[in-house]
């Protein structure tokens, strides 16, 4: 074999290589993409409580007392309870944003607007830590 037919195949065999790891990083986005998808709060939760109940069931003695019984009730309340106050947090939140886009105003509102039209925004200074309603800004919208 001449140079010119082993660069040929190299060239070919790089091409076949960047085909294969393309249609592999596409596979690996939609294998990534199912798998969270799947995983739905509900699915989770049972998830959990059959591992739980399995891996109870496995340890010696493996049978559950009273004590363990009521440890995984509080765990499940506790759960369900967080998970009700999430969901009324997301409806109030939806309610806030309805009344806000048909202008609907707060009085806090209207004197915060009316703060910030009187006083001019000062810049920081560079390496200055921040003022703390900017940090406190910045770590809820994190």
């Known amino acids: 074999m001449n140079f010119d037919a082993l660069q040929r195949r190299v060239r070919r065999a790089e091409a076949v290589v960047q085909v294969r790891m393309d249609e592999t990083m596409q596979q690996w986005d939609t294998l990534e993409t199912t798998w969270r998808r799947s995983w739905t709060p509900g699915r989770i939760v049972i998830a959990g409580l059959a591992g739980g109940f399995l891996a109870g069931r496995l340890e010696p003695g493996g049978a559950f007392s009273g004590a363990r ?67 406190a800004t910045e770590l809820s919208e994190s």
């Open 69 to 135: 019984w009521l440890q995984m009730i509080g765990s499940v309340s506790g759960l369900v309870a967080s998970a009700q106050a999430s969901i009324a947090t997301l409806q109030e939140a939806g309610l806030a944003a309805a009344a806000a886009a048909a202008g609907v105003a707060t009085n806090e509102a209207a004197a915060a607007a009316g703060e910030a039209a009187a006083s001019p925004a000062r810049e920081p200074e560079p390496g200055a830590p921040p003022r703390a309603a900017e940090a």
